[in-house]
């Protein structure tokens, strides 16, 4: 069992960056493809950022060049810092492994990653 626990979110005003982290398991980023998911009010849950074990990243066309997914293996977290942050970035943010999926597929819609965080609120006023 793959335990995942979110942390940094918070309110910043649009243009202004935050680091989201997630800490999981011993090993988990060694054997998992790594995700950030969001899902704003009324919205389809939408895939940010993944990671694979080789480091591959994906990012989806809405963040790309603002955020980036990053992993710290001494410390079992990973990382999704936020920079030029805009109102529509506004969501509970997920961060998820799974053993099978590869960062590529966020960017397809599979979203059915085994192991999730329980999410943390990021608000970003105007």
């Known amino acids: 069992q793959v335990q995942l626990v979110e942390s940094g979110g918070g309110s910043v005003q649009a243009g202004g960056s935050l680091r989201l982290s997630c800490a999981a398991s011993a090993y988990t980023y060694s054997r998992y493809c790594m995700a950030w998911f969001r899902q704003a009010p009324g919205k389809e849950r939408e895939g940010v950022a993944a990671?694979?074990?080789?480091?591959?990243?994906s990012y989806a066309d809405s963040v790309k060049g603002r955020f980036t997914i990053s992993i710290d293996n001494a410390k079992n977290t990973l990382y999704l810092q936020m920079n030029s942050l805009k109102p529509e970035d506004t969501a509970m943010y997920y961060c998820a492994a799974d053993p099978v999926y590869e960062s590529s597929d966020i960017l397809a819609g599979h979203y059915e990653f085994e192991f999730w965080g329980q999410g943390i609120l990021v608000t970003v006023s105007s």
């Open positions: 990671l694979d074990s080789d480091g591959t990243t």
